[in-house]
């Protein structure tokens, strides 16, 4: 349950540049935008950014997606958080009693930039294009379970295959289904959809307030 000093920013998951739409329109179908720091998750979003900004993830080799989670807190909020952490530099403070716990720390060394003029000017893009208006600077972290575990969705096992179906129904194959065809499209562009329709509804009202 480590505790991260990290330096980066806050990368919103709402928003057209936020973390569910990002993930959304690039079909990351794996990748769970409510908790980036499932390794999975973190990797297939390094993997794609190596694709989509290659110029600014190629100087930010230590780029890393930190969660904020206390598995304590039962509240709704606990759940997700409004924000994830994009890092590009990462001390994790380890657990008491631990090999390394009793490690000293230099703390004159988070009141300064960690980063060389050329990795600096990379995080700004990146902040700029995914997250404009948050800070970039040291941030500490809690995250009581880094790699937290997600059952199995009941509803979507409840679409698997039903074992009494019949392989020669004319029903079924007039309709041109198959039983080996992904609904995730389908679910995914419901989604985007919905999200879509949410940030205007948001950006509608905040216009409406200015």
């Not at 039962?74 to 530099?89: H, I, Q, T």
């Not at 000293?104 to 060389?116: G, R, S």
């Not at 880094?146 to 295959?161: C, H, L, N, Q, T």
Request: no cysteine.
């Amino acid at each position: 349950m480590p505790v991260y000093m990290l330096y980066g920013f806050r990368w919103p998951r709402a928003g057209f540049t936020g973390i569910r739409v990002y993930i959304v329109l690039h079909n990351l179908e794996d990748a769970t935008a409510e908790y980036v720091q499932r390794p999975i998750t973190n990797k297939l979003l390094l993997d794609s950014f190596k694709k989509t900004e290659p110029d600014i993830v190629s100087n930010l080799p230590e780029l890393r997606f930190i969660e904020q989670y206390d598995p304590e807190d039962e509240s709704d909020e606990a759940v997700s958080k409004p924000y994830a952490y994009a890092a590009a530099k990462v001390i994790s403070i380890p657990e008491a009693g631990s090999p390394n716990a009793g490690s000293a720390w230099n703390t004159e060394i988070f009141q300064e930039n960690p980063l060389d003029p050329t990795s600096a000017e990379a995080l700004t893009k990146f902040r700029d294009k995914y997250a404009a208006g948050e800070r970039i600077g040291w941030w500490i972290v809690y995250n009581g379970d880094p790699e937290r575990y997600f059952p199995p969705d009941e509803d979507e096992d409840e679409m698997m295959v039903d074992d009494d179906y019949d392989d020669d129904d004319d029903e079924y194959d007039r309709d041109g289904s198959s039983s080996g065809a992904p609904s995730t499209p389908t679910v995914s562009l419901h989604v985007w959809l919905l999200i879509i329709w949410h940030e205007f509804v948001l950006i509608d009202a905040a216009l409406r307030i200015v």
